[in-house]
């Protein structure tokens, strides 16, 4: 039983950069692999970024989100997070993490656990 906790979202101008934190609890979390959604208004959830479970950290990143985002884990602090720079106003959205108990980075919506979202907006 994993319970995800987002936070690091706000307002940042067009050009900036703002670090994601997702806090697990329980004491599986290095088992899990951690994946970053969003979801902005009248769109669908799309995929943002992965990390595996196990050390060395296997990732996997969206097209959009390649070359400006950085997917990390500290599984000491159980906590994944989510580094993004030069943010576009496109990437206003919802993020979300989640927990994949196969500790695979998978990048479909077949994730275990969910936390509550934090809102990200870019400003023009």
């Known amino acids: 039983q994993v319970q995800l906790v987002e936070s690091g979202g706000g307002l940042v101008q067009a050009g900036g950069s703002l670090r994601l934190s997702c806090a697990a609890s329980?004491?599986?979390?290095?088992?899990?692999?951690m994946g970053w959604f969003r979801q902005a208004p009248g769109k669908e959830r799309e995929f943002v970024a992965a990390?595996?479970?196990?050390?060395?950290?296997?990732?996997s990143y969206a097209d959009s989100a390649k070359g400006r985002f950085t997917i990390s884990r500290d599984n000491a602090k159980n906590t994944v997070y989510l580094q993004m720079n030069s943010l576009k106003p496109e990437d206003t959205a919802v993020y979300y993490c989640?927990?994949?108990?196969?500790?695979?980075?998978?990048?479909?919506?077949?994730?275990?656990?969910w936390g509550q979202g934090t809102q990200v907006t870019v400003s023009s």
């Open positions: 989640a927990a994949d108990a196969n500790g695979r980075p998978s990048r479909g919506p077949d994730y275990d656990y």
């Open positions: 990390i595996s479970s196990w050390s060395g950290g296997a990732t």
């Open positions: 329980g004491r599986t979390f290095s088992r899990y692999a």
